[in-house]
């Protein structure tokens, strides 16, 4: 079945095909500039760190909901082996075997297309079995460094968790950021909490995927309009899911990746910083997010870092 006219009509509205060059493959990152970052590094105030990602575990957040998206595969290959002889240095080595997007990841450009396209209208075709991704590979990102800001959705509304048939709106966003007192800029990465990873955390590990509160195909639009760089949010499937619109299966995956060109995270553990940025008064901080250069990758683990 052929995407809706809906969708359509919001795809024209944010695509930003060209807008950085026919060759780009960074899409919305080229908004981080130097002027962004500096601005970033002036948000930090305490230096307190607080770590945004999950442990990577063998029985992590993968139930098989994505066929062949294992969680890690952890094994050891040496064991205080003396590589040089009796008596001298023992070294141990280990090996994991893993689906990028396993746990705390990032979305490179080429995780999803459309219509037979990719970001910039390459052709979809260019990711092949051997080759990888031929453009837009995660390694094309290359470094995530800019001002985060927290818009706390589920603490805006005074719960600690969105149900799971919540569709978050851009008039949720605009509540959150009017309730952390901060204004989102052209250059921010924007961290959505739901606080559904929390069902994670409690032990259920199939709760957590389904139902799940997560994006509404309402929310590219104000994205687009904020020049965001980069988002994030605590879910699986970062939209809501079951999909708020019949029939219509990952639509904000399509709007941000494929015609936007932004970068998108799921598995976020915003938990800490959510309780953090409410102690502080402060949703705005200066976030290491950097991807791991996988050539040709459709997506990476990362270990971020919000830094108040």
């Known amino acids: 079945m052929s995407l809706p006219a809906v969708f359509h009509d919001i795809a024209g509205r944010v695509n930003n095909w060209g807008r950085w060059g026919a060759d780009d493959e960074r899409g919305t990152l080229n908004l981080i ?128 968790r969105l149900p799971g048939g919540h569709a978050v709106t851009p008039e949720d966003l605009d509540e959150a950021a009017e309730f952390g007192g901060v204004d989102v800029r052209a250059g921010d990465v924007v961290l959505v909490r739901t606080g559904q990873v929390g069902v994670y955390l409690a032990g259920d590990r199939h709760a957590y995927g389904y139902p799940s509160p997560g994006l509404s195909v309402r929310t590219p639009e104000w994205f687009h309009a904020h020049d965001v760089a980069a988002v994030a949010n605590d879910t699986l499937t970062f939209e809501i899911f079951p999909p708020e619109v019949e029939g219509l299966w990952l639509p904000v995956h399509a709007l941000h990746l494929v015609e936007m060109g932004m970068l998108q995270g799921q598995n976020w553990n915003l938990e800490e910083l959510s309780t953090a940025c409410a102690r502080s008064g402060r949703y705005a901080f200066l976030l290491a997010a950097m991807p791991e250069p996988f050539v040709g990758g459709t997506g990476t683990p990362v270990a971020p870092v919000a830094v108040l």
Do not use: K
């Open 33 to 160: 500039t130097d002027e962004v970052v500096r601005g970033a590094v002036a948000t930090v105030r305490t230096g307190l760190r607080v770590p945004l990602a999950l442990d990577l575990r063998h029985d992590g957040v993968q139930t098989g909901l994505v066929p062949g998206r294992v969680n890690p595969l952890h094994a050891m290959v040496q064991v205080n082996q003396e590589l040089f002889g009796p008596g001298t240095v023992a070294t141990s080595d280990d090996v994991v075997t893993m689906g990028l997007q396993a746990a705390t990841h990032w979305d490179a450009l080429t995780h999803v297309s459309h219509s037979g396209r990719i970001y910039n209208g390459r052709p979809a075709a260019s990711i092949t079995p051997h080759g990888r991704s031929a453009y837009c590979g995660i390694d094309r990102a290359r470094h995530v460094v800019s001002r985060g800001v927290l818009l706390d959705v589920a603490r805006a509304r005074g719960v600690e």
